[in-house]
């Protein structure tokens, strides 16, 4: 295996708001154009009263909408099924739960039977950011003993190696927003440096408290309306979501092998970070820009390829237009006419768990042939100068022509703390390139 083996998807699964359980119901909710946008959910002990009256009564403290994109099975899990007993599996946050299985439903996905990989040189590499899980880990409760590996994060990639019987590289990534494709690109380059033989990569994210309400209530970042109008005129803030996603990533020579399912190219995935000079949640426009042309040179491809771009949008006045404009520069001065959208549209901001649900967007897109509609993008940002560029909106489905039997697009993260990630796949059209 050399460098000319390039590195695949070949597997796919994802958990998303609404009861989206699977790649073919995420893709049903995407080109039909649905919100899966619900209130809080009633059985996880938030103080809903208090948050629906911040703006009420506390100065300086915007409103926050009853509603957000929730996981309906966030609270089901068959410890049994995994070996976790009872106890600890109650002292397990639910991320990890998740985690287990959408990764078991990825290898399925992949034709590749969970039971079978025990001891395999495979690596695992899961996004995943803090969300204040469980009881307190210094008092005395029923916990004491299974806190410290079911606590928060710390072991949402070492449960699904130890579950599965992994024996590669084993990690949990926290890059804020950008953790999915900082985890995608980790596992690629583990794959292609030999570390392992193949790898799971994606992330997860459930909210077991509503700090991120709280946080962007006080910081003015959050949607009036109750609706995540990305890159829109009328956008007023984000709108938090969860989801989860896990994706197979191995050498092509071993996926035709094995004859697994092919879903994409892995070109190129690249990651860097703002600098100083503004504020750490402030988003930067040359950092993103020097980030795509980064990517798209590592990509080898001419850029103009590219014809849908999956950005972040989160629908912050802050952040949508720094994002635009980094991508008129790049895509949008190509000479092609690339689509731009967010399914944050449809889901909610689902923050680490972001780019995974980007990128199975993108690669069902290319499945398909289509290129999903962005909600409310019937009034583009006026903070921006469209007419710049060739790069517009996706109001509605578009047909999706290849190029020599592939499609080619992107996918964009940027995290809270200034890490940015981009990532470009190539996706075969099988009836007329059966050899990918």
């Given amino acids: 295996m050399t460098d000319t083996d390039p590195i695949v998807i070949a597997g796919m699964s994802v958990e998303a708001p609404g009861g989206v359980e699977t790649p073919d119901e995420l893709w049903t909710a995407l080109i039909a154009g649905k919100e899966m946008i619900e209130p809080f959910p009633r059985d996880r002990g938030w103080p809903i009263g208090e948050l629906l009256a911040l703006s009420q009564h506390q100065a300086g403290w915007s409103k926050v909408c009853d509603a957000g994109g929730f996981l309906h099975g966030a609270t089901e899990f068959d410890p049994a099924f995994f070996g976790i007993g009872q106890r600890e599996a109650l002292a397990t946050d639910p991320q990890q739960r998740v985690a287990l299985r959408t990764a078991w439903r990825a290898l399925e996905n992949a034709g590749v039977n969970p039971g079978t990989v025990a001891g395999e040189d495979v690596g695992c590499f899961i996004g995943a950011s803090p969300m204040e899980y469980g009881p307190r880990a210094d008092e005395v409760n029923d916990f004491n003993g299974v806190r410290t590996v079911g606590y928060g994060t710390l072991s949402v990639a070492g449960r699904v190696s130890h579950s599965l019987g992994l024996t590669g590289p084993s990690m949990t990534i926290d890059s804020a927003c950008a953790s999915s494709l900082t985890a995608l690109q980790t596992a690629a380059n583990s794959v292609r440096a030999g570390e392992c033989d193949w790898a799971i990569a994606g992330a997860v994210c459930v909210m077991s408290s509503a700090m991120g309400f709280f946080e962007f209530s006080k910081a003015n970042a959050l949607t009036t309306d109750g609706h995540c109008r990305s890159y829109s005129e009328d956008a007023t803030g984000t709108l938090w979501g969860e989801g989860a996603g896990m994706v197979l990533v191995e050498r092509e020579s071993r996926a035709k092998t094995l004859g697994h399912r092919v879903f994409g190219r892995i070109l190129a995935v690249r990651n860097n970070h703002n600098g100083k000079g503004r504020p750490i949640l402030a988003p930067r426009t040359d ?28 629908a912050t006045r802050a952040g949508d237009p720094v994002e635009i404009v980094a991508l008129q520069n790049t895509y949008g001065a190509a000479g092609s006419d690339p689509l731009l959208g967010s399914l ?12 995974i649900l980007g990128l199975a967007k ?21 903070r921006v100068d469209w007419e710049s560029s060739s790069l517009r909106l ?13 499609r080619y697009g992107a996918v964009s993260s940027f995290g809270a703390a200034g890490s940015n990630a981009h990532a470009i796949i190539a996706m075969p059209v099988r009836e007329e390139n059966d050899d990918f």
């Fill in 344 to 355: 944050k549209s449809n889901f909610g901001h689902a923050q680490a768990a972001a780019g």
């Fill in 362 to 382: 993108l690669l069902l897109a290319g499945q398909h042939g289509q290129i999903p509609p962005t909600l409310f993008a019937d009034r583009p940002t006026t």
């Fill in 394 to 406: 996706a109001e509605a489905p578009r047909s999706w022509e290849p190029t020599d039997g592939l």
């Fill in 287 to 314: 950092a993103q820009e020097r980030l795509i042309r980064r990517t798209i040179e590592a990509s080898g491809i001419d850029p103009a390829l590219v014809a849908m771009v999956e950005g972040h949008g989160t």
